[in-house]
């Protein structure tokens, strides 16, 4: 496999979820594993992005412990599988990660999905990371509660510029939570019920 080491940032996913988006990159396939990463990511200790998206053979853990060879990473895009293993409280810090885009894969266990995020979460906050954009996307739509935006918000709403929900639902009042808290914010997305937006509407 062969690579530029003057590599600023890294795409990897199957064919079909390339995104195109991303300058100076290399793009490889789903077959790549952990001991194949970790060698690369090795060599690239000045990455600035790793867009790591529907590779079934790295979950998000794996890759977020593979992070301590990349110190000066800013931009991250992983997607996280069912049943992964769970993020440990001794991986290295993210204390340049700027954006973050988790890719959830939610068909059979809808229930998990919070728990997961709560945990990459509770991850981003106790190293530091000083995230400006936050995208959250779902392959099944979701309820997604107040406590769990209250956690986001804990962790990063000093700093978020952009916030996406992709395939998620939140409540007014959660939207309102976000606006209130998020003096930075220059972008939100999500999906709004609409018997809320008619609720509020209604009370002006």
Request: glycine fraction near 2%; aromatic fraction near 4%.
């Amino acid at each position: 496999m062969g690579f530029d080491a003057s590599l600023s940032s890294l795409d990897i996913c199957p064919e079909p979820y390339i995104d195109t988006s991303y300058n100076d990159s290399s793009k490889w396939s789903s077959d790549l594993h952990e001991g194949v990463l970790e060698h690369v990511l090795m060599l690239l200790p000045g990455l600035l992005g790793l867009h790591i998206r529907n590779c079934m053979k790295l979950d998000h853990a794996t890759v977020f412990r593979l992070l301590s060879h990349t110190p000066l990473l800013e931009s991250l895009s992983v997607t996280t599988w069912e049943n992964p293993s769970t993020l440990c409280t001794s991986f290295a810090g993210l204390s340049s990660l700027r954006n973050l885009y988790i890719d959830t894969r939610n068909a059979l266990l809808p229930a998990s999905v919070q728990p997961l995020w709560s945990n990459i979460i509770a991850h981003t906050k106790s190293t530091h990371a000083p995230l400006s954009s936050l995208t959250l996307r779902l392959s099944e739509k979701l309820i997604i509660t107040s406590a769990m935006i209250d956690e986001i918000l804990d962790a990063h709403a000093d700093t978020l510029t952009a916030l996406r929900f992709i395939k998620c639902v939140i409540d007014i009042a959660s939207v309102k939570q976000i606006c209130q808290r998020c003096k930075n914010l220059e972008k939100l997305a999500t999906h709004v019920p609409v018997k809320d937006l008619v609720s509020t509407a209604s009370k002006h």
